[in-house]
């Protein structure tokens, strides 16, 4: 199958870079536009138990910077010769921003690492991985 857009979601885990450079391979030789994406969830509660919540503008400010942060690592990782690559940096619930992004940029692939999240998220949230799978627009390749 020729691939035309690729989609890679990275969390900055190991796993999701792995499946980001996976990603790179298949939209190099295909000679497909690989997206990059990173969803960081709203800092809700990230003040603490007591107190106001921070301005807008440091919230804001704090979750531009924790997005770019996942994003620099796992481009800085990614062999980008002979590569059409877009980075996007979204905020909001992962599966359904990622769903979302796929369907915005008409994706013909989507690829992310098993797992990313820590123990807890997944207890609590359940894994991203098993609801795109579910609800991915477009075939999904899910990296070990």
Known sequence: MAWKTIV?????????????????NLARESGAKLHVVTVVRPPEGWWGIEGAPPPPRAMSEAVVDARQSILDVT???????????????????????????CEDVE????????????FIERFVMGSVADRLAHYSPCPILIIP
């Open 107 to 118: 994706a013909d692939l989507l690829v992310l690492g098993r797992r990313g999240a820590g």
């Open 75 to 101: 481009m800085s990782k990614l062999d980008q010769i002979d590569l059409d690559v877009t980075t996007a940096l979204e905020v909001g619930e992962p599966s359904g921003t990622i769903v979302k992004y």
């Open 8 to 24: 890679a979601a990275t969390d900055g885990s190991e796993r999701s870079i792995a499946a980001t450079q996976f990603a790179a």
